[in-house]
């Protein structure tokens, strides 16, 4: 079939125009590509700033926090230098209050008991056969050094200004008079006490005519310094 001059332009027209459409739809699908392309990596370019932000973040708190545990951790060592200085005055001021018979107080420790000599040979001088106040110093000193916490004679307890004379055969402890037997009580480590006693301080007493018991209490207990004059 042969086409006339209208019908050919017709159809070149209908040509033109798939043409111009298919190649307008080519175009648009690939500006929408283009523009999706661009908005994905705007998103990705958005996320790593995001992301660079968090870390640089995340590092300066890492920084901050290094520093403050720093800081903790100084103030804990200085807190505990001073805990334990405080710690170790408390304990140095009970242990001078112990001394000072400023406390009452109770433990374990020993009794050392000095008695009169139970024989006197006819003719002596009986002063060299009783107990002296240097007998019951010696016993008291060598206690101290020791280790004992406590020390009463007699149930009268011991300070740092006690005052012990002999008046006749009796011994003044604090202006309180005692006969004899006397009762040198020490609270402390009784195994150590017991053992200096023995060691450096019975023999001594034995040869000046002094009888000497030394025995083991895990219950003495002893009232404040001058509890009722006060």
């Not at 242990?95 to 000072?100: F, V």
Request: hydrophobic share 35%.
């Amino acid at each position: 079939m042969r086409l006339n001059g209208k019908q050919l332009f017709l159809s070149l027209i209908l040509l033109v125009t798939g043409f111009i459409l298919s190649f307008s739809y080519q175009m648009t699908e690939k500006q929408n590509r283009s523009i999706e392309s661009n908005n994905e990596w705007k998103r990705e370019d958005s996320l790593r700033n995001q992301i660079l932000t968090i870390q640089k973040s995340n590092h300066e708190l890492s920084g901050s926090l290094r520093e403050m545990q720093t800081t903790i951790a100084k103030k804990e060592k200085k807190l505990a230098k001073e805990e334990q200085s405080s710690y170790n005055m408390v304990e140095d001021l009970t242990k001078l209050r112990l001394l000072t018979g400023d406390v009452k107080v109770e433990g374990e420790g020993i009794e050392v008991t000095l008695s009169d000599a139970s024989y006197m040979p006819e003719g002596e001088n009986p002063n060299d056969y009783i107990v002296h106040e240097e007998h019951v110093r010696s016993v008291i000193d060598e206690l101290l050094v020791s280790g004992a916490e406590a020390i009463a004679v007699n149930g009268q307890r011991i300070s740092h200004d006690t005052f012990i004379s002999c008046i006749g055969p009796v011994i003044s402890v604090n202006g309180t008079q005692y006969p004899a037997p006397f009762v040198i009580s020490a609270i402390g480590d009784s195994s150590t006490l017991e053992k200096s006693m023995n060691l450096y301080i019975t023999d001594k007493l034995l040869d000046d005519g002094i009888q000497v018991r030394v025995g083991v209490n895990s219950g003495i207990q002893m009232e404040p310094y001058l509890t009722e004059e006060s």
